[in-house]
Structures are given as C-alpha cells and as structure tokens.
C-alpha cells in the first residue's frame, strides 16, 4: 500500500512538472506577433514621413507693455562694480547671491549666452547682484526684464543711485 501511494505522488509530481513547462512554441508565437506589430508601425512611420506636408506660416505678434514712467516700483541701491565695468542708471537684476563665487558663475552663464553681464556688490547688504544688462532708459530694462523671465523668472529692476 505503502509503495503504491509513493508511486501516484511522484506520478502526480512529474505530471505537475511537465504540465507547468512552456513550450518552445508558445515563446515563438509570441515573438512573432511582437514582431509584426513592429513592422506594422514601422510602415505606418515610413508612410507618415514620405507623405507631402504643406506648412502654413502663423503669424504672432508680442504685445507691448505699457512701461510706468517713474521708478516708484524699483529697487534702488548704491553699487560697487566688481569686474571693472560701468553701470547704467537702471539694471536687470537675474541673480543675488552672498557668496561672489556663486555670483561669477552665473555671471560666466549669462556671457556664454550673450549678455554683458556684470557682478556688483551692495556695500551696505554685502549682497553681490548679477547684472544681466544695463540702460540709460527704463523702458528698454523693462524690455530685457521680461525677455530673461522666461529663463530667470525672479529677474528684476533695479535703480543705481550713485
């Protein structure tokens, strides 16, 4: 009794074995479905780029901000130019920073961008402020204000009193 109950555990044990195995075939069957729905995009790819494209041009205009005429609103602070440039009557401000290591290296970003960009130091904060550009007129810093906020939204006005 003992020998047949041990043969009908390792039949049911080698049936649950082999019952449990994947076949080769069911992995090739699914390898070349997924392929076939690769070749079915990549001809929808190449229809889609070979197809002629008309491009109609659309024309935006930039609004036009209305500048305040005094400087009620900006900040103004005596500074002292660091690298030996000059300054104008109103600045656009793109960063401020204690430490003059951190203020060169933006300044070194905004020239490799293109800006005459300028560190100077607040003597009385001991703030070092990264000058992306300067103007003799507001509205024209205003200008350059808003072009900057689309990559350094904190940029700001600022009125040098000498």
């Known amino acids: ?3 047949n109950l041990l043969m009908g555990l390792a039949l049911v044990a080698a049936l649950a074995f082999v019952s449990c195995k994947s076949s080769e075939s069911s992995y090739k069957k699914a390898y070349e479905k997924a392929k076939a729905q690769e070749m079915s995009r990549t001809n929808t790819t ?29 900040r103004q602070e005596r500074l002292t130019v ?12 793109c960063g401020s920073f204690s430490n003059v290591d951190n203020a060169n290296n933006l300044r070194n970003t905004l020239v490799a961008k293109g800006y005459s ?3 100077a130091q607040n003597p009385e904060t001991g703030m070092y ?10 509205a024209s810093a205003v200008q350059s204000r808003d072009q900057l906020r689309g990559t350094y939204p904190d940029a700001w ?6």
Do not use: C
């Not at 190449?46 to 400087?71: G, I």
């Open 1 to 3: 009794m003992k020998k």
């Open 46 to 74: 190449d229809q889609v780029e070979t197809a002629p494209v008309t491009v109609t041009p659309v024309v935006t205009t930039t609004p036009v901000a209305t500048v305040e005429a005094n400087t009620a609103n900006d």
């Open 82 to 93: 660091m690298n030996g440039g000059t300054l104008k009557a109103f600045n656009v401000v």
């Open 117 to 119: 960009a300028q560190v």
């Open 129 to 138: 402020r990264v000058i992306a550009s300067s103007f003799d007129d507001r």
């Open 157 to 162: 006005l600022l009125y040098r009193t000498y």
